[in-house]
Every structure is written in C-alpha cells, then in structure tokens.
C-alpha cells in the first residue's frame, strides 16, 4: 500500500502512507512555527492530560470569533466539556446503538439494491457516504434527502490543501479565519433554522433534546446550539464514510486477508480496526500547552501549538511491529484513530456498528468484489484527513 499511496493522490504531507518516518518524534517546524508529534506513547499521554494540553486552540488566534466556538466539544475540556457531553452521552450508549443495528441493515440493502445489477459502482457515492449520513441526519432530526447539501458543505470545509501554518502574518491569518468561518456559515444558519422550528414543535429526536437542554439552569446559546449539532451533523458521518472505503481498499490490497474475512465472518471487525490503524480517517489533532513540560524528553514552552500526528503515531514502530503491513493477527491494535482520554470519540460505537453491518452485507451480496484499478480511487484533499473520496469496485472479478 505504501508505494500505491503515491499513485493516489494522497496529500503529500501524510508521509507516514510512503513508509518515511519521521526524523524526530517531536520537532519544532521553524517554518511553521508549531511543534509536530509523531510519537505514540507520546500523543496518547497528551491525550490524557488535558490539564497540560488545552483543547481550545482557538486561543492562539485573537481573530476568532467566540460565537464560533461555543457548544464546540471539540474545543472544550474540564466541566464545561463534561456538562455538555453528558447531553447526548444518551443517544450513544450500548443499548441505544445496538437498537440501530436493523435501521442500518436496512439501509444498507436498500441503497446495495440500486447498485445490484451493475457491473460497477463508486462504493463512497452509493454506500459509503449516503449510510451513515443518513443514519445521524434521522437521530438529530435533519431531512437525509439534503445529503447532497451536507456533502457540500463538507467539501467545502475541508477542501484546503495548505499546510497549516502560525507564522504568516495577523492580516492574513484573519483573512484565512474568514474565508473558512464564511464557508461553514450556510450549515450553521440551516441547523439554526431547524432549531428555530424546534422551539416550536418538538419531536423526540436530538435537536429538539439540544434547544430543551440546559446546563446549570440555562439554555445553550444559539452559537453553542448550532454549533454543537453540527459537530454532530459532521463527526457523525465523515468517520464511517472514511472507514468504509478504507476497509474495503485494505482488503483489496490484501488478497489474503479478503478470503480470510470472507470465510470467517468475526474478522470484520477486526480488519475495520486495523484499517482504522492502517488509513487513519482524522489524522491529525491540535492541542495546546498549558505550561512548561517535556514531551518525549524534548522541553516545550507554555502556549506552544502542537500538531498531534495520529496518523504516524498508528504507524510507531515502538508500539505496532511490522507497522506498514495490514495484519489481522496484530495484537493489542490499541490504535488512536478515535483519540484517547475524555474526548475520545464519543460516537465510535456507532461508527464501528454501521462499519461491521455494511462490510458484512456488502461481502454477502458481491463476494467478488474488486477495486477498478484502471480508475485509481481519490482520497480525501486535506491533510489532517486520510480517506477514500471516490473509488469504483467491479461487481464481478
């Protein structure tokens, strides 16, 4: 896969996918102004010590509008982070996704039916992406027939392909801070307009739990409502996407490990995880120091922004022998594809649940099932995301 990677179109920033490690496990980008982690000792204690390691980053940047940043999990630690996870911690619970298990079988066949007699499709335009999409879009309450907006609106977000830096100037960082918040501004006034109608006619689906919600005797704002439903709206499906088309590449990519799978059924989970670990989906997290510390006995100063490599990190030689082979004998696959501590993800059941029900149903109806390697498939444009775009399978070897 390593030498493929290069004919995908994979950003070149994921070196990790060309079997180049990293010089240093952490290392200060004098171009960049920030430190880049690769370790995976090291990331997952950051990823534990939130106390040392702030989650809101958007304190480096003076440019950046609050309202943007309230109700944002992502971006919260410590009570606050708690209170407002504790939410919707409901709708995630064992219980409640195993009880989506025959919503998502039935989705699954219902968009393989369309597909059935070709002798190919894109597996992210039929399946990939409109499954989970669907499946969160109906928990929080959203019509699923505006996928195609959502889509979009995702395309949009996470179209640059720059590589992130602190050292350009005020006026441009405030510019760049613009453009972005101007691109994601069309899905939070439709999620706003939702929540409006909401307030008015509750239903029992998420959104409506969200505007009914308080926290300490109060209701969340607007900007945290909206906000956080389209974290929701988003995290909800982008990771499924990703971890759909990925397994299905690995297994491709892996003859054998495909006729293992296909004979022996209780290994999908198992090749889902080691795809997660393989292709991590969010393959970068930012973090900022709280105070003084070492990392990986490197000093790093207070305030300093730090780039946390999963993606290289799944691949630390320290931790996952033989790193760049997809395995499904590895053992302890203790990956950070869903992070670590208390923001780990909070809807990975979910995601892991709609992964091993379509994988098993996709094997069950095309059991030939091949990547069109005469249409290279196209990842994911972003540096901080590694995933398969578009990808065509031939029905029948």
Not at 81 to 110: Q, W
Not at 227 to 243: D, E, P, R, V
Not at 263 to 279: N, T
Not at 321 to 348: M, Q, T, W, Y
Request: charged content about 25%.
């Amino acid at each position: 896969m390593t030498i493929l990677a290069n004919d995908w179109g994979v950003h070149e920033g994921q070196t990790w996918l060309r079997g180049r490690r990293p010089d240093k496990i952490v290392e200060f980008s004098e171009a960049r102004g920030l430190w880049n982690v690769h370790g995976y000792q090291e990331i997952l204690d950051i990823l534990q010590d939130p106390a040392t390691f702030a989650s809101d980053t958007t304190r480096m940047f003076p440019e950046f509008p609050k309202e943007f940043s309230e109700g944002n999990l992502v971006q919260m630690d410590g009570l606050e982070h708690r209170k407002l996870r504790k939410i919707v911690s409901h709708a995630f619970t064992p219980k409640v996704v195993a009880d989506l298990e025959p919503r998502i079988a039935r989705l699954t066949h219902e968009l393989l039916d369309q597909v059935q007699d070709r002798e190919s499709f894109d597996l992210v335009q039929e399946l990939a992406y409109p499954l989970p999409v669907i499946v969160i879009a109906e928990l929080l309450g959203v019509p699923a027939e505006d996928r195609d907006r959502f889509r979009e609106w995702v395309d949009l977000i996470f179209a640059d392909q720059n590589d992130f830096t602190l050292n350009e100037g005020r006026e441009e960082m405030s510019q760049q801070i613009e453009a972005s918040l101007e691109g994601i501004q069309p899905m939070l006034d439709y999620l706003g307009a939702h929540a409006a109608e909401r307030r008015k006619h509750p239903r029992e689906d998420l959104l409506t739990k969200l505007v009914q919600a308080e926290v300490d005797g109060e209701k969340l704002t607007d900007a945290a409502l909206v906000n956080f439903a389209n974290l929701l709206l988003l995290a909800g499906h982008i990771t499924t996407t990703m971890l759909l088309g990925n397994t299905t590449l690995c297994l491709d990519q892996n003859p054998a490990a495909r006729k293992q799978v296909l004979a022996d059924r209780s290994l999908v989970p198992v090749a889902i995880e080691e795809s997660l670990r393989l292709l991590t989906p969010f393959s970068l997290i930012a973090r900022v120091t709280n105070t003084e510390v070492i990392i990986g006995g490197t000093p790093v100063p207070k305030d300093q922004f730090l780039m946390l490599w999963a993606g290289a990190a799944n691949r630390d030689p320290r931790q996952f022998p033989e790193p760049d082979e997809f395995r499904l004998d590895r053992e302890n696959n203790s990956h950070l594809a869903f992070g670590k501590g208390v923001h780990f993800c909070i809807g990975a059941p979910l995601a892991r649940l709609e992964g091993r029900v379509a994988m098993n149903i996709l094997l069950d109806r095309f059991p030939e099932l091949a990547v069109d390697h005469t249409i290279p498939p196209t990842f994911m444009p972003s540096v901080q995301m590694c995933g398969v775009r578009s990808m065509t399978l031939r029905t029948r070897g």
